[in-house]
């Protein structure tokens, strides 16, 4: 059959998944960039409450990962994506109907966190189903492919949704911003409905959950490091620009996303051919930079720039990190580890919200950018200490 051809051209169906998953991904990125605004403005809440509000869809992730991959191992990639694109929808009516003018802020805000709690949960249902279902389809010797695929369906939508949500945020508010977030996770559903998935491994003998963790680890730590830049663009950069009174706030996540997809797009197939490691330490020197550059320029050019070269240094981590993981559990685990792996990213997204917006509210929001750069290095030094055990083996 084509679409299990594992060495030929990627099958259609692969990308059939990535158009879905971008599309349905744009209600998480709508929301990322006017949740905080939303909380701080209308709300009247600080920026702790701001930062809260991101990264608990995140937080979310972290405890449904492990769930989210059991699944996809033993009842298939295609049941876990169908119920997280239904957790999508609920999330975003949810985050809605928190959008009501007649609640009180407080009784608001806890029904945004729990719509943003059923979001987090979606993400992970999503993202590793999407992930393990692409590997079904071409094989683990091309997982680096289907991971830089999958980042940059991913990327893409935040680099489109930002300033989508923003402009439905100023044309029509709140309220009708989270109802087409609705909408579109919906679409993907009618999308996959007639869509075949790959067959699961369900009478597989599986160690405990956090015994394959223990095997991971490591290449976690790097993409939780590394994620620690793109949450504080995700959460603040927006807030950053508003502050300074620079226009076009809407761009940050523009700038990063246009970097992740174009890395992607010319350098995909680099962890495959040259392996994750070498890949993710060249990536860490430039999102270092990139960092550093917001924090230390204080100019919306510069800061563009350095959300630009974030983007590039983020965008093959992921991939090239999770090639190695792959190559580190059985076939029937791979679920079950990337969705692990994938929890120590979400460990960055949910608690920079918070930590950074307490932060901010003392030293500005430039420093939540130096300590990106800072976790960006020091992510570095781990990616090139793990590549100095694996050539010493």
């Not at 504080?232 to 508003?242: E, S, T």
């Not at 070498?278 to 320029?297: C, M, N, R, Y």
């Not at 090239?320 to 460990?347: C, I, N, W, Y």
């Not at 949910?350 to 020091?378: E, I, K, N, W």
Request: glycine share 18%; with cysteine; charged share 10%.
């Amino acid at each position: 059959m084509a679409s299990q051809d594992k060495g030929g051209p990627t099958p259609a169906r692969l990308y059939l998944l990535i158009l879905i998953l971008f599309v349905s991904y744009l209600c998480v990125a709508m929301a990322l960039p006017i949740v905080p605004v939303y909380v701080t403005g209308r709300l009247g809440f600080g920026n702790v409450a701001a930062g809260l509000a991101v990264g608990v869809a995140f937080l979310s992730t972290i405890v449904s990962r492990g769930r989210a991959g059991g699944i996809t191992d033993r009842l298939g990639a295609r049941t876990a994506v169908c119920a997280g694109l239904g957790f999508y929808v609920a999330g975003a009516l949810a985050s809605a109907l928190a959008g009501l003018p007649a609640l009180p802020p407080l009784p608001t805000f806890l029904i945004l966190l729990a719509g943003r709690l059923v979001i987090g949960v979606g993400e992970s249902l999503v993202a590793v189903g999407v992930i393990g279902w692409g590997i079904g389809l071409v094989g683990p010797a091309r997982s680096g492919r289907v991971l830089a695929l999958v980042g940059a369906a991913l990327y893409g939508a935040l680099g489109v949704g930002g300033p989508l949500g923003l402009l439905l945020f100023d044309q029509v508010g709140f309220v009708g911003a989270m109802l087409v977030a609705a909408v579109l996770p919906g679409l993907g559903l009618m999308a996959i409905a007639g869509l075949a998935g790959v067959p699961p491994q369900p009478a597989a003998v599986r160690p405990p959950f956090w015994a394959v963790i223990g095997r991971i680890w490591p290449h976690g730590l790097v993409i939780c490091l590394q994620g620690i830049g793109f949450a504080a663009i995700g959460a603040f950069f927006a807030l950053y620009f508003i502050a300074r009174d620079w226009s076009h706030a809407g761009l940050g996540l523009t700038a990063f996303g246009a970097g992740f997809v174009l890395m992607r797009v010319l350098f995909g197939h680099l962890p495959d051919r040259i392996g994750g490691l070498p890949v993710a330490i060249g990536s860490l020197a430039v999102e270092t930079v990139g960092q550093f550059l917001i924090w230390g320029v204080p100019h919306p050019v510069a800061a563009l720039t350095g959300a630009f070269l974030t983007g590039l240094g983020c965008s093959m981590i992921f991939p090239a990190m999770g090639r190695e993981v792959v190559g580190l559990v059985e076939p029937h685990l791979r679920g079950t580890a990337l969705g692990g792996f994938s929890a120590f990213q979400d460990l960055a997204y949910g608690l920079t919200g918070p930590l950074a917006g307490l932060l901010a509210d003392r030293a500005g929001y430039g420093s939540v950018f130096l300590v990106g750069g800072l976790a960006a290095g020091v992510g570095f030094l781990v990616a090139a200490a793990l590549r100095a055990r694996q050539a010493a083996v």
